[in-house]
């Protein structure tokens, strides 16, 4: 009993010592782990199910379809994560009536871009053939491209209402948020399996169902915090203030340009290997990304509170917690490459598990994925750093570099010197590297004091 005790004391003592900034923190981190988890295994019963549902060719369809409409989501031009950044200032400087103008404004702007985006997706809609640009069988044209309608329909009102979940990060509430697409994730589970027995392949009722998921999820959360612990942040017409349109745009601008930059360097993946090796492709190299993608996830788990935390920790001059906070990170980071090791030499009795003997990943290509993730989340570090603290400035000019690299580098590898998939994944790594070993040093120069110019900007 004295033993359970004692035991029952030591976690007490490690959710609430230390900065009560970093107690929040923790208690997200660890709920956060929990949910994530529940989220991966719901995930990877999802890839066998919908594969058996749909089949390889249409499942990979799928796969470059969400893709494709995801790029959409730099229509924003930054303003989720403007207003993650002006709302966290806020609550630092107890402005909770700015704060509530920059909720209810971001709002305005985003309900008036995706209703234009909508508009003139509508109006040349007519004249997409989406069996062409997935290079899909043409008999599927009919499908598809009521299907494409209806996903980009669901997409631009999620767009909207997904803002509820900048406000839980600011808030430093990333559980919360993870809670959500937990949620949408089950009721998406429990669509596909419904399918399952009551039609046969259908991309059009497996597309609308699950876009409709997190519409429904979103609503319901919105509702409920709005009229509870965010009451006082509600959005409403007369706290809508266009003046700080401005503030919010310019600032956004850069978080767009960053967005953009994540699109094409990862979202742009499946639509190179379908265009350039097939469809049928996209899925070994998906289910490569899935399996990896689980450390990486795990590390995001972990950084999820800090980026806002970075913001207010940074506004109240407090470097000596952000300089523990970042050390204390990279150890984490160095404990994670011994997992993804394991990971790397049981992957093909992992695929084959987990999906059967139908699709042969190559090693080359979970070597690639492994190595990948591992820069990834090192990058993470210092990319929720320097977002947190606003200093873009840099990495717009390094999103730029990336950019103009990644399409050309990705075909090369793939087409011309006959890597595969795996080169798309290896000319990505080689585009952000150089960013990452510059991100490094900047944050090193903000901690120090002495970045200037572009360091600083």
Partial sequence: ?????????????????????????KKNIVASLGIRGLNILIGLYLVPLTLEYLNETKYGIWLTLSSVIGWFAFFDVGLGNGLRNKFAVSLARDQHDLARTYVSTTYALIFIIMLGLFLIYNAIHPFLNWAEILNADP????????LAYVVFAFFCLRFVLKLIGNIL???????????????????????????????EGSLLLLGATISAAPVLVFILTSVILFRTKYKAYKPSFKSIDFKYARTLMNFGLQFFVLQMAAIILLSTDNMIITQVLGPAEVTPYSIAHKFFGMSTMVFTIVMSPFWSSFTEAYEKKEFDWIKNIISKLLKFWLLLIGPVIVMLIMADT???????????VPFSLSLAMALFGLMNSFNMIFVNFINGVSKLRLQLMTAVFSISVNIPLSILFARNFGLGSTGVIMATMVSISISIVLRVIQYRKIMNGTATGIWNK
């Fill in 139 to 146: 008999a599927l044209e009919g499908e598809l491209n009521q």
């Fill in 350 to 360: 992992f695929y084959e598990f987990w999906v059967g003997d139908k699709i042969i």
């Fill in 1 to 25: 009993m004295n033993n359970l005790t004692f035991f029952f004391r030591k976690i007490s003592s490690f959710f609430t010592k230390g900065h009560q900034r970093s107690q929040k923190a």
């Fill in 169 to 199: 990060l600011a808030d430093q509430r990333p559980a919360a948020n993870n809670l959500m697409n937990l949620i949408s994730q089950f009721i998406s589970l429990i669509i596909v399996i419904i399918l399952t027995h009551t039609s």
